[in-house]
């Protein structure tokens, strides 16, 4: 009974790269969010997707960031050009329905930019 | 908009004592939830406790218990005998209801509360 697995757990990335953050929801739901958490500071909503659909990503920052959710495999939150202010711990989570009742989170990929 | 506000950055208790942590929110909906979090030094999210806003009864699992007091829009975990195991960073955290814009999905956190347990 896995819950969410999120890889890698740890990433190193100099600036100026790519980051690509990978999200296996639960499986059955199909619901993915992701949330980024700064040092020192609670998790802040960036992204909400269904299969193949973003259905709100009004917390990602304007450039850079994107995100995916295709009909196979996992989410992907992908970073381009990193800085480093990026660096931070990025969590996903997956619900069956939507709505944070049935929330399970993953154990967060902690990005480190050089 | 939605607001958590958890005013203690870090709490110190002994071993076996209870402790509360404090959360007060603020939010227009008339429909919302509150939920607690535990993240230890390992750095997952453990989910403790929900609430809802038309709950009657304060929700208990197990050591945990939600002290909610809706008048003064506040929404304390209570621990009880603690254990070493209990140390880690906890945040409180609200889902709107169907008034937010319809974005009942997102959780809104506080800036947490690092839990410290003394043998």
């Known amino acids: 009974n896995a819950g969410v697995m999120q890889n890698p757990r740890h990433l190193v990335r100099r600036r100026g790269q790519e980051a690509r953050l990978r999200c296996s929801p639960v499986k059955g739901h199909s619901h993915v969010y992701w949330y980024r958490q700064l040092p020192e500071e609670g998790l802040k909503f960036m992204v909400y997707l269904q299969k193949e659909n973003i259905i709100d990503e009004s917390g990602m920052p304007k450039e850079r960031f994107s995100a995916e959710f295709p009909k196979e495999g996992p989410s992907i939150l992908r970073i381009q050009q990193v800085v480093r202010g990026d660096s931070a711990a990025y969590f996903c989570a997956s619900s069956h329905l939507d709505g944070p009742s049935g929330y399970t989170f993953g154990s967060g990929t902690r990005l480190t930019v050089v | 908009a939605q607001k958590i506000t958890q005013t203690q950055p870090g709490m110190f208790v002994q071993e076996k004592e209870a402790v509360t942590l404090d959360c007060t929110y603020d939010?227009?909906?008339?429909?919302?939830?509150l939920f607690w979090y535990k993240q230890p030094s390992s750095g997952e999210m453990i989910f403790l406790i929900y609430q809802g806003s038309y709950d009657q009864q304060n929700a208990t699992e197990g050591r945990y218990s939600l002290n909610f007091q809706k008048a003064r829009k506040s929404a304390n975990l209570v621990i009880s005998a603690s254990q070493l195991g209990d140390s880690a960073m906890y945040f409180c955290a609200m889902r709107g209801g169907m008034n937010s814009g319809g974005s009942n999905y997102k959780l809104t956190f506080g800036k947490g509360t690092l839990l410290t347990v003394n043998p």
């Open positions: 939010t227009s909906d008339p429909s919302y939830g």
